[in-house]
Each structure stands twice: as C-alpha cells, then as structure tokens.
C-alpha cells in the first residue's frame, strides 16, 4: 500500500529565511507528486505538481520542489519565506491501488509559521 | 473555476445518529472523494468514487458509507454517529486522468462534531 512520510511536523522560521520541508512516500510503481497548501480558514489549494519530466518543478509564490527518485522524496523548498506563507503544507501521492483506480494518498502535514 | 460545494459548514449530532454529508461539484468530474482531517493524522481517505453507483474503500472505511446516484454529487453516510467520528469532512473532486496527474479541487469542509 501506498503511504506517504512528513517528518516536520511543526516548523518555525524567521522571514527571509529558507525553507524545505520533507516528504518520503513508498510504492514500487509509477506516481505523481502534489504538495497542497491550506492557509488558516480556507480550503487546501495544490501549490505544484510532478508527474514527469524535469524532476525539478516550480509551483506558485516562488515554491519549489525535487523529486529524487533514488530517495522516494519530493521535498518542498522556498529560498525567502514571507509571513504570508504562514500555513499548513501537504504532501500527496497519487498511484494506482490493487484494483486499478487511482488513489490520492496524503502525508501528516507540516504546520509552517513564519515570524515577522 | 471548479466549484466543490459541501452542503454544510458546521455540524452538531448526537451519538448513535444517522448522519448525511452532501458533496456537489459542477466540473463533470469522474472522480470524488471523501476524506476526513485531522490534527497530527492528515487527511485520511474514507471512500472514493471514479463513475456514478461506483465506490471504492479508502484507508479508513470502517463506520462509513457513500452514495453516488449522480456524476455531480457524492455522499457520505454515518450509519450510527460516534464521539470519534467528530472531525473536519473534506470532499474533493478530480477528471479522470489516464496519467494521473489531474489535481484535486478541494470543498471547504463540514467540520462534525459528535455529542
């Protein structure tokens, strides 16, 4: 079965610092990589994807994330995070379960509070 | 812009209740879901649904159930409403992709809590 492992589950920082945040997932075949972000009183919103290609992709608000197929990760980075960015930070996997359908399966999340 | 609507924010029921959480979204997208969020565990999937009278079990089906009658809607279903049962209910939906790459659109969640 499919599952997904965020090791950080509550990170501080100062603003202009630099931010990466993990996410191992195991399956042995194909999968495509989200990060979702939910910012206080709203609903999760995707912030990037992977699915193919380049395994360095760009999202929105200058994120970015790799995938490192050797490692089993698709970890999140931001070189200057801003107050704004305060929020809670999922990592997603979709995959094919036994049956053939898709499955969406999510980490634990990352709390990410940025001070001012 | 996708629309996911979940018919109610809030929600206070009784133990042992039947309890209806209703899911609308107005993309014609194949797939639902329905997943439950909470602190330290994530979102956790209950049921998913990829056509209409289809469903699938997810992570945590135990104490659940669903209905797809209609592409657009996607219930789920507390037979006999538990104290551990209160939590954020969040439904998304998704178009069929044969890559799997389509994201999920997110509704803005019932939070249920159970007395």
């Known amino acids: 079965a499919q599952s997904v492992s965020q090791h950080n589950h509550h990170v501080i920082l100062s603003e202009a610092a630099s931010l990466e945040l993990g996410c191992n997932y195991s399956y042995g075949g194909t999968v495509n990589l989200f990060w979702y972000v939910q910012y206080p009183g709203q609903h999760l919103q995707l912030l990037l994807k992977y699915f193919s290609g380049d395994p360095l992709v760009k999202g929105i608000k200058g994120f970015e994330a790799e995938f490192i197929k050797s490692k089993f990760s698709f970890n999140l980075r931001k070189p200057s995070v801003q107050w704004s960015d305060t929020a809670e930070y999922f990592c997603a996997v979709n995959a094919r379960n036994s049956g053939g359908y898709q499955k969406v399966t999510f980490g634990t999340g990352t709390k990410l509070q940025v001070i001012p | 812009d996708v629309k996911v609507t979940q018919s109610s924010r809030y929600l206070v029921k009784r133990t042992g209740e039947k309890v209806f959480l209703e899911c609308v979204q107005d993309?014609?997208?194949?797939?639902m879901f329905w997943y439950r969020q909470d602190p330290g565990l994530g979102l956790r999937l209950i049921y998913f649904?990829?056509?209409?009278?289809?469903?699938e079990k997810g992570d945590i089906p135990e104490g659940y159930s669903v209905s797809r009658e209609k592409k657009e809607r996607f219930s789920l279903i507390l037979e006999s409403a538990s104290t551990n049962q209160t939590s954020m209910y969040l439904c998304?939906?998704?178009?069929?992709?044969?890559?799997?790459?389509?994201?999920?659109?997110f509704g803005n969640g019932t939070r249920l809590t159970v007395t």
């Open positions: 998304a939906s998704t178009p069929h992709s044969a890559q799997g790459n389509s994201p999920l659109h």
């Open positions: 993309m014609d997208h194949e797939n």
């Open positions: 649904s990829y056509d209409v009278k289809m469903k």
